[in-house]
Structure formats: structure tokens, C-alpha cells
Nanobody, 119 residues
């Protein structure tokens, strides 16, 4: 059974930092492109960042220069370092896994972790 378990969310002030973690189990981690997505209240879920097994990453324009995605293949974990947080970053953040053969089709999702940024 595949599980993606996010952690690290919370309530912070604007300008602060948070690091989200997602631990994957039940899959061959190195075969998957890992991504972070978010859903803000009243909005559609959007891609935040994705990273391949080899470490190639891409980001949404809204987070470039502030957020960094990374992964530790030995620990089956993907991270999202979020700096200079803004109130508009408030959302539920989800971890997702897509097999490298279909890298834009997410096979698995976590349950999400809430990030709230106060002004």
C-alpha cells in the first residue's frame, strides 16, 4: 500500500520560513517524480514545484526564488523549503508522486498539510 505522509505545516507570520516534508512508502521512490501542490481556499489546486529522481526541479512562477524543493532518495523523502512566506501562500499543501514513464500523471497523493501565513 502506497502512502505519502506530509508534515511541517503550521501558522506563521509573513516573512517567515517553513519546511514541509513528505515521506513515501510502498513504492520504489527513485522511479517517481515527486511534486508539491497547493489548494488555497476557493481556488483550484496548483503545482508548486516538482523534482525528478535525478534532482531536476521546476517551480511555479509565484514561488521561484522563495521555495526550494529537494529530495533524499535514501530516506524516501521530499522536502519543500519555503522562505519569505506571504499571506497568499496560505493553502493546503499536498505531496504527489508520478511514475517517471508518465511524469505528468500523478499516481499517488498525500492527505495534505495546512500552511497559514498571517499578515
Amino acid at each position: 500500500q502506497v502512502q505519502l505522509v506530509e508534515s511541517g505545516g503550521g501558522l506563521v507570520q509573513a516573512g517567515s520560513s517553513l519546511r514541509l516534508s513528505c515521506v513515501a512508502s510502498g513504492l520504489t521512490f527513485g522511479d517517481y517524480v515527486m511534486g508539491w501542490y497547493r489548494r488555497a481556499p476557493g481556488k483550484q489546486r496548483q503545482l508548486v514545484a516538482r523534482i525528478t529522481s535525478g534532482g531536476s526541479a521546476n517551480y511555479a512562477d509565484s514561488v521561484k526564488g522563495r521555495f526550494t524543493i529537494s529530495r533524499d532518495n535514501a530516506k524516501n523523502t521530499v522536502y519543500l523549503q519555503m522562505n519569505s512566506l506571504k499571506p497568499e501562500d496560505t493553502a493546503v499543501y499536498y505531496c504527489a508522486a508520478a511514475h517517471f514513464r508518465a511524469p505528468f500523471l500523478n499516481d499517488y497523493w498525500g492527505h495534505g498539510t495546512q500552511v497559514t501565513v498571517s499578515s
